[in-house]
């Protein structure tokens, strides 16, 4: 088993709805959680970091984190066509390297 | 620079062949990573530096891979013997200490 899960997609929904994109992981020692998004032969660009339980918002992007039920999502609100690409989450205990989920791909439908 | 850039973009390598690939990362990121992004899948942690000290080689796959950074700054990729297992695309992160990693274009790297 994976220490993080993420459904791989693929992904439609049409231009304007709320995106949801979720992992869940195994590791209680993650403390840090992320989402990237990368575009087709692109390196990933990371569009939020979080660090507590709870709701961290940006723009569209609401990151939630949900430690005791080791679970982790992305909220897109009006999603655009620019917004298809792959989101990956990835996570970290006190150390360095990231841990990555699959990534779901996503497509926005205009 | 404004990113960190990552060199050769493209790589293709008869197996058996050895094969070096280059990151520069963000000017003053004391921290630089290797990782390798199978098709379809997640980025996977193969090294870790911290300036010249290479800190965590827990992820490189096999003694055919080797990763240096001298002088604290760039760093090399060197994969001796290439096998088609290794086709990948390799990506080198950097960043300041325990914060946020950026991430390079990633060099894609077929074997045949």
């Known amino acids: 088993q994976k220490e993080v899960e993420q459904d791989p997609g693929p992904l439609s929904v049409p231009e304007g709805a709320i995106v949801s994109l979720n992992c869940t992981y195994s590791?209680?020692?993650?403390?840090?959680f992320m989402w990237y998004r990368q575009y087709s032969r692109k390196g990933p660009e990371l569009l939020m970091y979080?660090?507590?339980?709870g709701n961290k918002e940006d723009g569209r992007f609401t990151a939630q984190v949900d430690k005791s039920s080791k679970y982790i999502s992305l909220f897109i609100r009006d999603s655009q066509p620019s917004d298809s690409a792959t989101y990956l989450c990835?996570?970290?205990?006190?150390?360095?390297?990231?841990?990555f989920g699959t990534g779901t791909r996503l497509t926005i439908i205009p | 620079g404004a990113g960190v850039s990552q060199s050769p973009r493209y790589k293709v390598a008869k197996r058996g062949q050895d094969v070096a690939l280059r990151c520069d990362p963000i000017s003053g990121h004391v921290s630089l990573f290797w990782y390798q992004q199978a098709l379809g899948q997640g980025p996977e942690f193969l090294t870790y530096?911290?300036?010249?000290?290479?800190?965590?080689k827990s992820g490189l796959p096999s003694d055919r891979f080797f990763a240096e950074r001298p002088e604290g700054s760039v760093s090399t990729l060197k994969i001796q013997r290439t096998q088609q297992e290794d086709s990948a695309v390799y990506l080198c992160?950097?960043?300041?200490?325990?914060?946020?990693?950026?991430f390079g274009p990633g060099t894609r790297l077929t074997v045949t």
């Open positions: 990835a996570m970290k205990s006190g150390n360095e390297k990231l841990t």
């Open positions: 530096f911290q300036n010249e000290a290479q800190l965590d």
């Open positions: 979080t660090y507590s339980s």
């Open positions: 992160a950097s960043s300041f200490p325990l914060a946020e990693q950026y």
């Open positions: 590791n209680s020692a993650f403390q840090y």
